[in-house]
Every structure is written in C-alpha cells, then in structure tokens.
C-alpha cells in the first residue's frame, strides 16, 4: 500500500548497504517513489554501544548528523545497532530513529542472546561485527549477514532484523492524524 506517488529524498546515515538496503525496503512498503542517499555520519557513541540508552542515543545522534549535513531531503535515518548484558547473559538488538521536518519515529528491532564466546569477546573490548568474524572465522560480516545472520544460520537476516523496525519507525509518518 503506498501513501505517497510523490518521490521522496531519503537520506541514510551510514554506508553500510545492509542499513541502506533495510531502509530502502522499508520505505518502499509505504511510499511508491523513493531516492535514498547515504552518508557517513558519527554516532557520538562508542563504537559498540553497551546499553539500550546508549545505543537509542547513537541511533538518534546518527539521524541528526545526517540531516545537518543533508538538509534537503524528506527524512533523516539513524540505525545503531548495540548490546546489553544482564544476568541472562548479553543480548544485540538495534534502535532505527527516523527524522522529518514535522516530527519523528523510533523503534528497537527484536532482541536476541549472544553466545558466551561472542558475548566475552564483546565485554573485552571488541565491537560485535569483529566478535563475530573471530568466533565464525569471517571477514567483514556487519556489512554482510550480520551476527544475527551467522547464528541463525542465514534464516534471518540482519537486513530482515532492520527493516521491520524502519517500518515501525514511520508508524508516526503513516498515520499522522493520530500524533
């Protein structure tokens, strides 16, 4: 179901395809007619962040870059993806904060457990991407299939886990007579 025949600038802050790729399939479930950009934008986070809050704040950080640095476009989109650690164990998850000129949305993905071997490489200081591809013997995979990619064996995707949560992240833009 489109909303929109009018084609809209979508701009990307991360050069990552697997976050452009989730954003444009995404947005296409919802406007016919989309032009998406992507730009290098810092998170102000670390490089893996290790809290809801912290990842939500890089997410956010990310999207406002984009829109400073690209200012003529329809929407501004962040994606973090991060960690957190609790007694369970540690759990990865991603925050997509969306930006318009009249508002905004945000959603997390879907949450999944990190084997031991992952998560204290992770608590040692590496970032989740390079965890990943020591304990999978790859190269690379954040740009590829992701973590959540490797652990459920190609089923699902890190592409799969983002663009669920682009699209509720635009439930603000879908349905503006309800905010």
């Known amino acids: 179901m489109s909303l929109n025949e009018?084609?809209?600038?979508?701009?990307v802050a991360s050069e990552n395809p697997v976050k452009i790729n989730a954003v444009?399939?995404?947005?296409?479930?919802?406007?016919?007619?989309?032009?998406?950009?992507?730009?290098?934008?810092?998170?102000?986070?670390?490089?893996?962040?290790?809290?809801?809050?912290?990842?939500?704040?890089?997410?956010?950080?990310?999207?406002?870059?984009?829109?400073?640095?690209?200012?003529?476009?329809?929407?501004?989109v962040g994606i973090e993806g991060g960690i957190e650690h609790s007694e369970k164990g540690t759990t990865a998850f991603a925050w997509i904060v969306v930006l318009s000129e009249n508002g905004s949305g945000e959603a997390r993905t879907t949450t999944f457990l990190l084997p031991p071997a992952i998560a204290n490489l992770v608590k040692n200081g590496?970032?989740?991407?390079?965890?990943?591809?020591?304990?999978?013997?790859r190269e690379n995979s954040k740009q590829k299939q992701g973590a959540v990619g490797l652990l459920t064996k190609n089923e699902i995707s890190r592409t799969q886990l983002y663009i669920q949560a682009v699209q509720l992240a635009l439930i603000p833009f879908i349905n503006p007579d309800l905010f």
């Open 24 to 76: 444009k399939e995404g947005f296409l479930v919802f406007y016919s007619a989309i032009e998406v950009e992507s730009i290098k934008v810092g998170s102000g986070v670390p490089d893996q962040p290790v809290s809801d809050l912290e990842t939500k704040l890089g997410a956010h950080n990310r999207a406002v870059g984009a829109k400073q640095k690209i200012p003529d476009a329809n929407f501004w």
């Open 126 to 137: 590496r970032e989740l991407g390079a965890a990943i591809d020591v304990v999978f013997n």
């Open 6 to 11: 009018k084609k809209i600038k979508i701009v």
